[in-house]
């Protein structure tokens, strides 16, 4: 575990898992409210096959808190700057909701430093539904805090047959969920997604192979809105059955083998 100092003087957590491997690098961006701890079990299986590198963007995990909501161009200069730090010149990268659109965002701006791009729970045809829980979290933030957000969300982000499997650990996951955020971050991060550029507009020019990987349950993206990502994108789609919107934490081995099958 590192930190590195950006050139506006915030700092940013980051880890490599790599076993000393020469092989190519593998970036997976997080989501919203998750930080390098969500990629742990992830980051051991597939350092056998990539130099991994997690990283927590500003306002999430161990980095630090934003001043006001960052852009996408924002978080995708953060991590052109880590790249240089560490001396990668170029990455697959694998973006997970909020992460989805950094990874989109950095393919826009920087373009001669991505390989390939996976992109999940991510959707071109955004719903009336899916907008309006992301302004009913940002609400439940502000008047109710962090906790009562974390509860709020786990029924729109989790499927029903991990919660059926997981109701015991459930205040455990929220206790975690709070110690590794903090308020001001979260809100800042969501006011900022909110403001991002549409996601169809994002993936409208790209030249870059890519896999979209949905999931069936999930209340924030539909598969047709995935299936169009990809379509815009010219590249594959895959849904993942029995599975909400956290699809590396409630299918990881599916989540997993879709990225090996891709990247390699």
């Given at each position: 575990?590192?930190?590195?100092?950006?050139?506006?003087?915030?700092?940013?957590?980051?880890?490599?898992?790599?076993?000393?491997?020469?092989?190519?690098?593998?970036?997976?961006?997080?989501?919203?409210?998750?930080?390098?701890?969500?990629?742990?079990?992830?980051?051991?299986?597939?350092?056998?096959?990539?130099?991994?590198?997690?990283?927590?963007?500003?306002?999430?995990?161990?980095?630090?808190?934003?001043?006001?909501?960052?852009?996408?161009?924002?978080?995708?200069?953060?991590?052109?700057?880590?790249?240089?730090?560490?001396?990668?010149?170029?990455?697959?990268?694998?973006?997970?909701?909020?992460?989805?659109?950094?990874?989109?965002?950095?393919?826009?701006?920087?373009?001669?430093?991505?390989?390939?791009?996976?992109?999940?729970?991510?959707?071109?045809?955004?719903t009336a539904l899916a907008d309006t829980i992301v302004r009913a979290w940002h609400q439940v933030l502000v008047t109710g805090g962090l906790e009562a957000m974390a509860w709020a969300s786990l029924p729109t982000i989790l499927g029903d047959d991990f919660l059926?499997?997981?109701?015991?650990?459930?205040?455990?996951?929220?206790?975690?969920?709070?110690?590794?955020?903090?308020?001001?971050?979260?809100?800042?991060?969501?006011?900022?997604?909110?403001?991002?550029?549409?996601?169809?507009?994002?993936?409208?020019?790209?030249?870059?192979?890519?896999?979209?990987?949905?999931?069936?349950?999930?209340?924030?993206?539909?598969?047709?809105?995935?299936?169009?990502?990809?379509?815009?994108?010219?590249?594959?789609?895959?849904?993942?059955?029995?599975?909400?919107?956290?699809?590396?934490?409630?299918?990881?081995?599916?989540?997993?083998?879709?990225?090996?099958?891709?990247?390699?």
């Amino acid at each position: 575990m590192s930190t590195f100092e950006l050139s506006d003087g915030k700092k940013l957590h980051f880890e490599t898992h790599d076993d000393h491997s020469q092989g190519p690098w593998l970036v997976l961006l997080n989501g919203m409210t998750q930080s390098t701890q969500h990629w742990g079990s992830q980051a051991r299986a597939l350092r056998e096959h990539f130099r991994v590198l997690l990283y927590d963007a500003r306002g999430q995990g161990g980095s630090d808190a934003p001043e006001a909501p960052p852009t996408l161009a924002q978080h995708a200069a953060d991590l052109a700057e880590l790249f240089d730090h560490l001396g990668i010149e170029h990455a697959h990268l694998a973006g997970f909701s909020h992460g989805a659109r950094v990874a989109l965002g950095f393919a826009n701006d920087f373009p001669e430093r991505l390989d390939r791009l996976v992109l999940c729970s991510a959707t071109a045809r955004p719903t009336a539904l899916a907008d309006t829980i992301v302004r009913a979290w940002h609400q439940v933030l502000v008047t109710g805090g962090l906790e009562a957000m974390a509860w709020a969300s786990l029924p729109t982000i989790l499927g029903d047959d991990f919660l059926a499997s997981h109701q015991k650990f459930l205040d455990n996951v929220i206790k975690a969920s709070v110690q590794r955020n903090s308020e001001q971050g979260v809100r800042l991060l969501l006011e900022g997604l909110m403001a991002f550029p549409p996601v169809a507009e994002l993936a409208a020019d790209l030249n870059v192979e890519a896999l979209v990987i949905s999931a069936d349950q999930d209340l924030l993206v539909t598969s047709e809105g995935a299936k169009v990502l990809a379509d815009l994108l010219g590249g594959e789609h895959i849904c993942v059955e029995r599975c909400g919107h956290t699809i590396p934490i409630e299918r990881p081995d599916a989540f997993r083998d879709a990225l090996l099958e891709f990247l390699n």
